[in-house]
């Protein structure tokens, strides 16, 4: 059945439904890597795509994110501050670029941004593309769409907005903002002419099923950056005693991912050092992106190393 699936989605860009989605959840994970992997060459080449991120404004969140370190519901003991400063994000902008990384997003704590921090964060996008070769990405909640605009203006061309799981399940991981307050924003944000990257995180509780209905959403969106997230449990937050998934279920999740989407950028993000090969495997299931460096609150890998990565795959930026 992998086999057929495969071939129709490759030679008459077939899309799989729903049903042909649940049933690869059993199948043989070496024949669905490998066909996960056939199907990423034919529609994406050997094409990679690496990115960065910054903390640009950390923790007292209002929103109630179950696995979330920043919420200020729950007491994670993170380090909290107000938005950053252009000189240090800068810094660490150049840094990135320097290294050859590609994009490289701000990324800030919180619902939304208020005008005055937009316009603040806009100047610090302004002094990065005049002095960087960088893409500039961002990540700053439930904007609307005159701060789209703004963004697009300063030089942003990509803005994030993880769907985190499936609209059935969301309720259960967030009730201060809704599963279509983040639909609005996608749309909002693709309207004001910025690309969309948007994903989710594994490990919440979910089902198979919610993450097949979150890839099929995405789909729908016309999503074309996609990050893969696993949970990394954080004390005193309500998941802190969530089981963290096999490197075997991440790797299934990731192939039925690129038979659903079989032209994304499959990006692998927070939890890579849950696993004892940080998350390499997942590059022979179908992925072909990753935000290298730190997370927001955790610890990420190193630049060199992906690079390493990406020359042993065969990947070209």
Do not use: W
Request: charged share 25%; aromatic share 10%.
């Amino acid at each position: 059945m992998i086999k057929k699936l495969a071939d129709k989605i490759i030679n008459e860009n077939y899309h799989i439904n729903k049903q042909e989605a649940l049933k690869l959840i059993n199948e043989n994970l070496k024949d669905l890597a490998f066909y996960a992997d056939k199907i990423k060459e034919k529609f994406c080449g050997k094409n990679f795509d690496i990115c960065s991120i910054i903390n640009g404004k950390s923790g007292k969140c209002t929103e109630n994110c179950k696995y979330c370190a920043q919420s200020a519901y729950y007491k994670t003991n993170i380090k909290e501050y107000p938005l950053l400063k252009t000189e240090q994000i800068f810094k660490e902008a150049k840094h990135n670029a320097d290294k050859k990384v590609k994009r490289f997003a701000i990324v800030t704590s919180g619902k939304k941004l208020t005008d005055e921090e937009t316009d603040k964060v806009c100047q610090t996008y302004k002094t990065i593309k005049e002095n960087c070769s960088i893409s500039l990405c961002a990540s700053m909640g439930l904007l609307s769409y005159e701060q789209f605009l703004k963004l697009k203006a300063a030089g942003v061309t990509r803005y994030h907005c993880n769907l985190e799981t499936s609209r059935n399940f969301f309720p259960n991981i967030c009730t201060t903002h809704t599963y279509d307050d983040k639909i609005k924003t996608i749309i909002a944000a693709k309207k004001a002419g910025l690309e969309i990257c948007s994903g989710g995180i594994f490990g919440l509780g979910e089902t198979f099923e919610d993450r097949i209905d979150m890839f099929f959403d995405l789909y729908n969106l016309d999503i074309k950056s996609v990050p893969i997230n696993v949970l990394n449990p954080i004390k005193n937050t309500p998941l802190q005693d969530n089981k963290i998934l096999s490197q075997e279920e991440i790797n299934i999740t990731v192939a039925i991912a690129r038979f659903i989407l079989p032209n994304a950028f499959l990006r692998l993000a927070g939890g890579r050092l849950l696993f004892k090969d940080k998350g390499i495997s997942m590059f022979s299931c179908g992925a072909n992106a990753t935000i290298t460096g730190d997370m927001l609150t955790t610890s990420g890998t190193l630049i060199e190393d992906d690079f390493n990565t990406i020359k042993q795959f065969g990947f070209k930026l």
